[in-house]
């Protein structure tokens, strides 16, 4: 399931095909339908219209008070599924996302109309959707920021689609930017500062200094955040990894569960972690 909330109306859509809104209050559905194939993105609300990507490949503006689908936007379309969830984000003018085979493309918001389109992957389409996995695409400023797999950091220009710096750096987690500098840690462990503007590493901090070379290489990082001048990363062995963003210091290391936890969440001054279908709250 993919959600998201407008007021009191949650949005959702599966990987069944199925999409309908639900009233938060009463859990009642508002309405309930159908497309032509499982949905394979996150969802991105703005105004009254939530914005999603199916496995064919299209960009889809769908009406939150009645279902209607308002315009559609068709890409290149893969033969092989792609085996990791595509990204959407909006600003006040357009619609950008990624598709399965490493495309990035910017729709206008209220007409649907393609306004660039740049590709990212030189690899034939069935390979390259089966192998390609990426991070959640970052607006900040004028830029796209994401990374991906295949040794790739970009840097993209948002409103004319041409690559501002490129970097090598492996990582589907979704990156950070805080004032000039961009925060993300790769597939391996690695805690990355980068200038945002040059797109030169300033810093790298080995977060997985502590374990074994055996055992590390089973580990991959689930997600991070950051708060209070602290980067706090979940990992698939279970622990926590906190640390301090301006030294990149291991601060400490928790043991959450034995199994996989996802990424944290704040609210309210609280740290929200997954593990199992239990939530755990931190102050």
């Known amino acids: 399931l993919n959600l998201a909330i407008q007021n009191d109306v949650l949005v959702v859509t599966d990987n069944i095909a199925k999409y309908y809104a639900v009233n938060l209050k009463t859990g009642e559905i508002i309405w309930k339908k159908s497309n032509i194939v499982p949905f394979n993105s996150d969802i991105k609300i703005k105004d009254?219209?939530?914005?999603?990507?199916?496995?064919?490949?299209?960009?889809r503006a769908i009406s939150i008070k009645d279902g209607s689908e308002l315009w559609k936007l068709k890409t290149?379309?893969?033969?092989?599924?792609?085996?990791?969830k595509l990204s959407v984000v909006v600003d006040n003018e357009n619609v950008y996302f990624n598709n399965s085979i490493g495309d990035i493309t910017a729709v206008n918001i209220k007409t649907g109309?393609?306004?660039?389109?740049?590709p990212t992957q030189n690899n034939s389409t069935n390979k390259n959707a089966f192998q390609l996995s990426s991070s959640k695409l970052v607006i900040n400023d004028d830029l796209i920021l994401f990374s991906t797999n295949k040794n790739e950091f970009y840097s993209i220009d948002k409103k004319i689609g041409l690559i501002n710096w490129?970097?090598?750096i492996v990582s589907i987690l979704r990156p950070v930017v805080i004032g000039k500098f961009i925060v993300?840690?790769?597939?391996k462990g690695y805690l990355y500062l980068i200038d945002?503007?040059?797109?030169?590493?300033?810093?790298?901090?080995?977060?997985y200094k502590e374990y074994d070379l055996k055992k590390?290489?089973?580990?991959?990082?689930?997600?991070?955040?950051?708060?209070?001048?602290?980067?706090?990363l979940a990992n698939d062995d279970g622990k926590l990894i906190i640390v301090e963003l301006n030294t990149g210091i291991i601060l400490d290391i928790i043991k959450i569960s034995d199994d996989k936890i996802a990424q944290p969440h704040?609210?309210?001054?609280?740290?929200?972690?997954?593990?199992?279908g239990s939530i755990i709250r931190f102050n």
Do not use: H, M
């Open 184 to 187: 993300t840690i790769s597939s």
């Open 166 to 168: 490129k970097n090598k």
């Open 196 to 207: 945002k503007t040059s797109g030169n590493i300033i810093r790298i901090n080995d977060l």
């Open 76 to 84: 290149e379309e893969s033969l092989i599924k792609s085996n990791t």
């Open 48 to 59: 009254d219209i939530f914005y999603v990507v199916d496995y064919k490949n299209i960009l």
């Open 113 to 118: 109309q393609l306004l660039w389109q740049l």
């Open 266 to 276: 704040v609210y309210e001054n609280n740290l929200f972690l997954i593990k199992n």
């Open 216 to 232: 590390r290489i089973k580990i991959f990082p689930t997600g991070f955040i950051v708060a209070k001048n602290k980067i706090y």
